[in-house]
């Protein structure tokens, strides 16, 4: 089980990390899954995500392998990266021989720029949805939902919502007391700071 995230400058860290998590530790958790997760950007390299963090790709478009879940980030970046023809064209070929095609936040514009989510719904972060919509390329752009399937397309809301969507994820291709050890293994259980106060 080959799963990469897609990296570009300018990402939204838990965009990538949150969903990381997820697989990683369902696959420390059940070794027999064989998930491994890649980064791939570009060209390689290291990458500057939106907060600051650099991270260093394990491949570029050119060596990357084939994958069986695409994850593609949020971010500002995506703001320039909807019109990376390069970018996009990578995207709507590593798709087609993917089992899922999945995003976090902002994401879902480049999957629906790039065609996978074309005429599909999707979801993007609250604060993109006009954004989105504006761009006309999805069927919907789905408001107060943290993630929606729409075929083998699975997009999620901002940020946090990523890590529901991984969850929920891994539950669809296992199954679903699979992904609450998981969650559990994760602590995941939010509480926000003002709704967790004790």
Known sequence: MKIGFLMFEDLEELDMVGPWEVFTMAGKIRPETGIACVTIAPYGGTVRCAKGLRVVA???????PPLDILVVPGGQGTRREVANTELLAWIAETARGCTWVTSVCTGSMLLAAAGPARGKRIATHWGAVDLVRRRGEAGEVMDD????????????????AGIDMALWLVGEIWEPAFA???QRQMQYDPAPPYAGEV
Do not use: C, I, L, Q
Not at 58 to 64: G, K, V, W
Not at 145 to 160: E, F, L
């Open 58 to 64: 394990d491949h570029s478009f050119e060596d990357a």
């Open 145 to 160: 939902v943290r993630y929606v399937r729409d075929g083998n397309v699975v997009t999620s809301a901002g940020v946090s």
């Open 180 to 182: 609450r050890k998981v």
